[in-house]
């Protein structure tokens, strides 16, 4: 065994990856107590450690039955908010999702780290749900309540500048054209929705393993949350999204579910290929 501080090279066991392992930390390491009476503790390996860092705490028991350290689990959870979740989920294929509690206890949160966390989780779920941006006037985050609407008026900016002010929740500029119209840009120059236009000039996808499917996009906007996917030709037509998870048939854009009620995952749909999406789902609260 190399002594404490010492270098070493190894390949990582998540993938094809050559991870650098460096035992001697530059700052100070959170750790378990390891006589913690509330934790389960295993002798394994850091399952949360993807960098190959090598924290020296012991290694405690998630929920979902993977074995973290504090340091490796506030990594992970910090990286999943930086990209605007509001859920913790294990980083291993189709695991489990985390109560924020749960995390908070494993990974030993500081004062500092918790009210991050609980910022983040207010701003990323208000995002998520409540459509928020900020506005261009006086750049408070605004709350769309029509999301069928680009027009959206500010109520702060209206009090400051004593008249109605509108911004367009595309191009992120002060509204310019009628208030009272509803179409997919503004009159001001350059207002484009780039993600429908990617929709409706797309190539068509040709299969490798499903038969028989013509005219179908190479790309598709999520029919739950909007999200843009893309298939990688190979294997059945079902795709599980990104973002929110939910799997569905790239060629229908019916639920997984339901589409196999009258197919299977190698046959074109009995309902055939759906046209061109002209407008971008927005995922409502369950």
């Not at 378990?32 to 924290?55: A, H, K, Q, S």
């Not at 012991?58 to 910090?78: D, I, K, Q």
């Not at 680009?150 to 900016?157: A, F, R, S």
């Amino acid at each position: 065994m190399k002594a404490k501080g010492s270098l070493s090279w190894f390949i990582g066991v998540r993938g094809k990856y050559r991870c650098f392992h460096r035992t001697n930390m530059g700052s100070k390491e959170k750790t378990y107590n390891p006589w913690d009476p509330t934790m389960t503790f295993v002798d394994r390996e850091d399952e949360l450690d993807f960098e190959c860092i090598g924290y020296t705490s012991p290694r405690a028991l998630m929920s979902c039955g993977h074995a973290v350290t504090p340091m490796s689990l506030t990594s992970w959870c910090r990286r999943l908010l930086e990209e605007g979740q509001y859920k913790f989920v294990c980083g291993h294929p189709n695991c489990k999702e985390w109560s924020y509690e749960e995390v908070r206890k494993m990974a030993l949160l500081t004062p500092e780290e918790t009210k991050y966390f609980e910022n983040q989780l207010f701003e990323n779920a208000a995002k998520s749900y409540m459509d928020v941006k900020c506005c261009p006037g006086c750049n408070y985050e605004t709350v769309r309540t029509n999301c069928g609407n680009l027009c959206v008026k500010c109520t702060v900016c209206t009090v400051v500048k004593k008249r109605d002010f509108h911004f367009c929740w595309q191009c992120q500029k002060e509204w310019t054209g009628s208030v009272r119209s509803v179409s997919d840009h503004c009159d001001n120059r350059g207002c484009t929705n780039e993600q429908l236009e990617l929709l409706r000039t797309c190539k068509e996808i040709t299969f490798q393993d499903v038969k028989g499917v013509t005219g179908c996009p190479t790309v598709r906007a999520c029919p739950t949350c909007g999200e843009l996917v893309e298939h990688n030709t190979t294997k059945c037509k079902n795709i599980v999204c990104s973002q929110c998870k939910v799997e569905f048939c790239f060629i229908c854009l019916k639920l997984t579910t339901e589409c196999l009620q009258t197919s299977r995952h190698f046959q074109p749909c009995s309902s055939g290929v759906a046209p061109r999406q002209t407008s971008i789902p927005v995922r409502k609260e369950t």
